[in-house]
């Protein structure tokens, strides 16, 4: 009787063991997948930004046209933004990057507009600047609801008893969405 016991004992330990491994693997595949719907709700919202753009410049171009400096250096930071979301090999902290150029060079440009009443006044212009500002604020939204799926699935990852799981079955720590050192200063404009 008491090898039954044993042997019952064991076999509960056992399917709690699977059943715990299963549990955490289901759970990391869960996050991984958050981050990377996470992933892609931010890259939805870095598209349009991309795609209102040219609207935006050409805008600004006819009222402020001498301002070359400012509107090549908007356009450049565009092609660099599409280009890393073009590049299959590019990751979040590369993508960052060239994303944080092009909100730089936006501030600079928005900036420099101010200093034209009739472009301000122009019907158009305010339509683009405000689908800007929401597409910015939809932007900074998706970041911090990224960041925060990656802290709780790189969380998952590190710590211990999931980690063993995590190690097993390779999941990696998933890349932050962060400003670069640019970004957190503020630009300078030159009128």
Same mark, same amino acid.
């Given at each position: /009787?008491?090898?039954?016991?044993?042997?019952?004992?064991?076999?509960?330990?056992?399917?709690?063991?699977?059943?715990?491994?299963?549990?955490?693997?289901?759970?990391?595949?869960? /996050?991984?997948?958050?981050?990377?719907?996470?992933?892609?709700?931010?890259?939805?919202?870095?598209?349009?930004?991309?795609?209102?753009?040219?609207?935006?410049?050409?805008?600004?171009?006819?009222?402020?046209?001498?301002?070359?400096?400012?509107?090549?250096?908007?356009?450049?930071?565009?092609?660099?933004?599409?280009?890393?979301?073009?590049?299959?090999?590019?990751?979040?902290?590369?993508?960052?990057?060239?994303?944080?150029?092009?909100?730089?060079?936006?501030?600079?440009?928005?900036?420099?507009?101010?200093? %034209?009443?009739?472009?301000?006044?122009?019907?158009?212009?305010?339509?683009?600047?405000?689908?800007?500002?929401?597409?910015?604020?939809?932007?900074? %939204?998706?970041?911090?609801?990224?960041?925060?799926?990656?802290?709780?699935?790189?969380?998952?990852?590190?710590?211990? *008893?999931?980690?063993?799981?995590?190690? /097993?079955?390779?999941?990696?720590?998933?890349?932050?969405?962060?400003?670069?050192?640019?970004?957190?200063?503020? *630009?300078?404009?030159?009128?």
């Amino acid at each position: /009787m008491t090898v039954i016991i044993v042997m019952s004992i064991i076999l509960v330990v056992i399917i709690a063991v699977v059943a715990w491994a299963v549990g955490t693997y289901n759970g990391l595949v869960a /996050m991984r997948n958050r981050v990377s719907n996470g992933w892609a709700q931010i890259d939805v919202q870095l598209k349009q930004r991309s795609d209102l753009i040219p609207n935006y410049v050409q805008t600004v171009k006819g009222y402020a046209s001498h301002e070359n400096e400012v509107l090549t250096q908007v356009i450049r930071a565009r092609a660099g933004a599409v280009a890393a979301a073009h590049n299959p090999n590019a990751n979040a902290v590369e993508r960052a990057a060239a994303e944080n150029a092009l909100s730089r060079a936006l501030f600079n440009l928005q900036a420099t507009a101010e200093a %034209y009443p009739q472009l301000q006044a122009n019907q158009n212009f305010l339509q683009l600047q405000a689908q800007l500002t929401q597409i910015e604020q939809r932007i900074a %939204y998706s970041r911090q609801f990224y960041n925060d799926v990656v802290l709780k699935y790189n969380t998952k990852v590190q710590t211990v *008893p999931s980690n063993i799981i995590a190690g /097993m079955f390779n999941f990696l720590q998933a890349e932050y969405f962060q400003v670069d050192q640019a970004s957190r200063q503020v *630009p300078q404009v030159r009128f």
